[in-house]
């Protein structure tokens, strides 16, 4: 499980880096560009909140984030292609969601 303790991301994100990691569901724009290690697109799509924190971020991928599901556009495309099909997301459910505690 993903420590999120330490987790630079506003913590709106942390329900989809988890849908990713855990199910291969697709994140925003910002965090597949620091996925696939696009740093042009990874400043691109950041907010001012990310932006600041994008070499934390990438510290805290290193450490809690299994290494083969980022650092390339391979990894990530095949990381999504061995999580499909992982889970059913039940309707009115967000992937947002997926990751949140009861």
């Given at each position: 499980m993903l420590n999120f303790d330490t987790c630079p991301l506003h913590p709106r994100q942390h329900g989809e880096i988890f849908a990713y990691v855990e199910y291969g569901l697709p994140p925003g724009e910002f965090l597949q560009a620091v996925l696939t290690?696009?740093?042009r697109g990874a400043t691109r799509f950041a907010d001012p909140y990310n932006l600041t924190r994008l070499?934390?971020?990438v510290t805290w991928l290193?450490?809690?984030v299994p290494a083969p599901c980022w650092?390339?556009?391979?990894k990530?495309?095949?990381w999504r292609r061995?999580?499909?099909g992982a889970i059913?997301?039940?309707p009115g459910l967000t992937?947002?969601?997926l990751g949140k505690e009861k």
């Open positions: 290690n696009d740093l070499p934390s971020l290193w450490n809690e650092g390339s556009p391979q990530y495309h095949q061995m999580k499909a059913t997301i039940p992937p947002e969601q």
